[in-house]
């Protein structure tokens, strides 16, 4: 493995750097009476989804405790409320991923929302630091490193990890000399300081968040070092806040997920609602007959032309079961490919995103991973925890302990990571699915708990991922919705059971 020096690195990527904006004075932290900010609105750098979106440039420190150091460039975009005489503020839509654009978050929110919280807030997107159409980050990941199955570290079929082993140290070189200055800087408590940035500029005391998925995480993290900064904090699909583990546990977390999760698919695909993607009788023989296909698959896989990789494997097929787990309108084509590895049906034509898009989404958010907590070092003990999981869940056959470049990475976090705590005011609702494959509800309570009186939580009994206004469950949309129009939030945690 080429070691890059962490001074070196620094030095070339903040030559080109200095390039893309010049440095942003800080403005002050104070929170005294800001004038209402102008971000200067204007076109989006593509045509946005809602007519009614605006965009603008905001710059930021690289480093928030060098602020007179280079700086970066955000991408915020905005809709405006229609009811100026009902505003109340703005609500920052806070991605997830980490690495997920969130520039149209505006437009598809405003589709979503109710009139009534339409009514009172602009939304506000923004692309997070590194992200799409801000400063971006790429770390020159190969072609092949871009599939979901050396994204996600799947282990061989008999359980090796030699192969991750060399696609870890692999992409950390990648980022080493390809993200330089950027991809240390990214971290969930830079994003943090650049929401706050964001709020300065718009010229808000305060600014309701409603932070989805890793967009939780974020968003507890900006209620945690600005607590006195936020008006009403949604916090949607939830991750663990655990000091000591944070992105570590969320991955291992799919294990706990997948389990959740699976025996929704397992009972739609045992019914005669599944149609012609029926895979069993029961549910008992459609977990038997995905397993019995993945397993085919290791041996034999099929050609899959315009894949990456162009072949359907076993681990190719367990990626497209974990990513069908995030929603029931994703069960059929996971249905399909179980079938096409029986042989009972041809594969489907690839799913496919702009390579140059998933390179930066997962440069993004291997930097945020690996920058905000420090991974073992040791592969031995990742290959002792792969073989243990495999045996305990055999669904995800224990990619969720695996390695990952963040075993290599070249930095080790430079803070340590927000502790979540019950300092704060009491306006934090959570809304979580009880069966989640990616941020299990497990996890959910764990940031519940860390909370403490600042927040009360919703669950509802749905699967997939996200959950307010995603599953048609009235009962915790209302809830939801009348905690952003008026605050009021439940005098105790509310349940939710299933619609319908």
């Known amino acids: 493995m080429r070691i890059i020096r962490r001074g070196a690195a620094l030095a070339a990527a903040t030559t080109v750097l200095l390039g893309l904006t010049a440095p942003l004075a800080l403005a002050s932290s104070a929170l005294a009476a800001p004038a209402r900010g102008d971000l200067g609105w204007g076109a989006c750098p593509s045509d946005p989804p809602d007519g009614r979106q605006r965009c603008a440039e905001l710059s930021v420190p690289l480093d928030h405790a060098r602020p007179d150091g280079p700086s970066i460039s955000l991408a915020v975009s905005r809709i405006a409320t229609a009811r100026p005489e009902l505003r109340r503020g703005v609500l920052v839509l806070i991605p997830g991923g980490p690495g997920g654009s969130g520039l149209n978050g505006p437009s598809s929110a405003a589709k979503r929302l109710p009139q009534s919280v339409l009514d009172r807030y602009d939304l506000i997107g923004f692309d997070p630091r590194g992200v799409g159409a801000s400063t971006p980050l790429d770390c020159g990941f190969d072609h092949a490193d871009l599939a979901r199955s050396h994204a996600l ?7 090796g990890i030699d ?7 692999r992409m950390a070189a990648d980022c080493a000399t390809g993200g330089g200055a950027l991809a240390r800087g990214i971290s969930t408590r830079a994003e943090a300081r ?6 300065q500029a718009l010229g808000e005391r305060r600014i309701s968040i409603w932070g989805v998925s890793y967009g939780t995480y974020a968003g507890a993290v900006y209620a945690a070092m600005f607590p006195g900064r936020t008006d009403r904090v949604l916090l949607d699909s939830n991750d663990d806040p655990d000091p000591a583990r944070v992105e570590r546990g969320w991955l291992a977390a799919y294990a706990t997920g997948a389990e959740d999760r699976f025996p929704d698919f397992a009972a739609w695909a045992s019914s005669p609602a599944a149609g012609e993607y029926r895979l069993g009788d029961t549910p008992e023989q459609v977990r038997a007959a995905y397993l019995a296909a993945a397993e085919r698959l290791d041996g034999a896989p099929l050609p899959w032309p315009g ?6 494997d076993g681990n190719a097929l367990r990626s497209a079961m974990l990513d069908s787990l995030y929603a029931d309108a994703r069960f059929p084509r996971f249905a399909g490919l179980v079938q096409a590895a029986e042989g009972r049906r041809p594969l489907p034509a690839p799913d496919s995103a702009p390579e140059a898009a998933v390179r930066n989404g997962l440069s993004v958010s291997l930097a945020t991973l690996c920058n ?3 991974w073992p070092r040791d592969p031995a003990s990742y290959a002792a925890a792969v073989a243990a999981d495999r045996a ?6 224990g990619m969720p302990v695996n390695v ?4 290599f990475w070249p930095w080790r976090p430079a803070e340590p990571p927000v502790p979540i705590t019950p300092a704060g005011p009491s306006n934090v609702l959570l809304v979580q699915n009880l069966r989640d494959p990616a941020t299990p509800y497990s996890g959910a309570l764990k940031l519940r708990a860390a909370f403490g009186d600042r927040a009360r939580m919703v669950a509802v009994d749905s699967g997939g991922h996200d959950a307010y206004l995603a599953n048609g469950n009235a009962c915790g949309d209302a809830l939801v919705t009348e905690f952003l129009t008026t605050g009021r939030r439940p005098a105790r945690d509310a349940f939710c059971p299933k619609a319908g």
């Open 153 to 159: 570290p799947w282990p061989a079929p008999d359980g």
């Open 163 to 169: 192969a991750n082993l060399a696609t870890a140290r």
């Open 194 to 199: 650049d929401v706050d940035r964001i709020r």
């Open 307 to 312: 894949a990456n990789p162009e072949r359907l």
């Open 372 to 374: 905000d907590v420090a």
């Open 392 to 397: 305990a869940h055999p669904l995800t056959a």
């Open 404 to 407: 990952t470049p963040c075993a």
